[in-house]
């Protein structure tokens, strides 16, 4: 599904698609929306693009450009048992895991457009999963220490319900985050989530203690990262 909203953000959702392929994908996007900027300098009437792709990834581990290898806690025989595959990306961040009944969120959005540095996106982002969870009973927060979204923030409880990762090349983003939904949560015991040893895991259906119908969170996140960034789109 391709939609326009309000020709400030194209939105697609891709559904399942395989991490390398989708990874690509936003490249292709970003070098589109940066030829755009290099077109704006000749043409101050030319605008570029904003971007936002929904999509659910078969079991992948991904590695941000600065985390740890060993905190991918499985060999490459142990992988291919759990029918998962290892990326090494160039986002930030240490080390997370996509899979079914999460939502992947990728914005490939020019920041310089909307007026805003990678600070302000990422907290923007982080207010539009805080607004979906609530809608479903949950009170989310940011944690000073680490990005995402935790329930019980600052306590020993602490757990991560969406990880957010991000890459900015000349103010254009791409990565972004995921939201566990119907998450799997037992492949997390695979990894040091994030980078962190001590703090757990968790998804919507786990907390409220019934499958959810992904579809409506799918639509209530949507809502909600349009609400949170219309603010500042031009």
């Known amino acids: 599904m391709i939609s326009n909203m309000n020709n400030k953000i194209i939105f697609e959702d891709l559904g399942v698609s395989e991490y390398k392929l989708t990874w690509e994908y936003q490249e292709e996007l970003m070098q589109k929306v940066i030829a755009q900027k290099r077109d704006k300098k000749s043409n101050s009437e030319a605008i570029s693009d904003n971007y936002l792709l929904f999509v659910e990834h078969p079991h992948v581990y991904t590695l941000g450009k600065s985390g740890d290898e060993q905190n991918l806690l499985l060999n490459y025989i142990q992988l291919q048992a759990a029918h998962a595959t290892f990326f090494q990306t160039d986002r930030g961040g240490d080390i997370t895991y996509h899979g079914p009944g ?130 500042v789109l031009k």
């Not at 479903?136 to 757990?159: I, M, Q």
């Not at 579809?215 to 996140?221: D, N, P, W």
Request: overall charge neutral; aromatic content about 10%.
């Open 102 to 231: 999460q939502i992947v969120g990728y914005p490939i959005f020019d920041l310089e457009n909307l007026g805003i540095g990678l600070r302000k996106y990422i907290d923007l982002m982080e207010d539009a999963i805080i607004a979906t969870i609530a809608e479903f009973g949950l009170e989310g927060a940011r944690d000073e220490k680490a990005t995402g979204v935790w329930l019980d923030t600052g306590k020993p409880t602490a757990r991560k319900i969406c990880a957010i990762g991000v890459k900015s090349s000349r103010f254009v983003t791409m990565h972004g985050f995921a939201l566990n939904v119907n998450t799997d949560l037992t492949y997390f015991q695979h990894i040091n989530p994030c980078g962190f040893v001590d703090r757990g895991v968790t998804s919507i259906e786990k907390e409220l203690g019934e499958k959810q119908d992904f579809e409506k969170v799918k639509k209530v996140a949507l809502q909600k990262m349009i609400e949170v960034f219309k603010g």
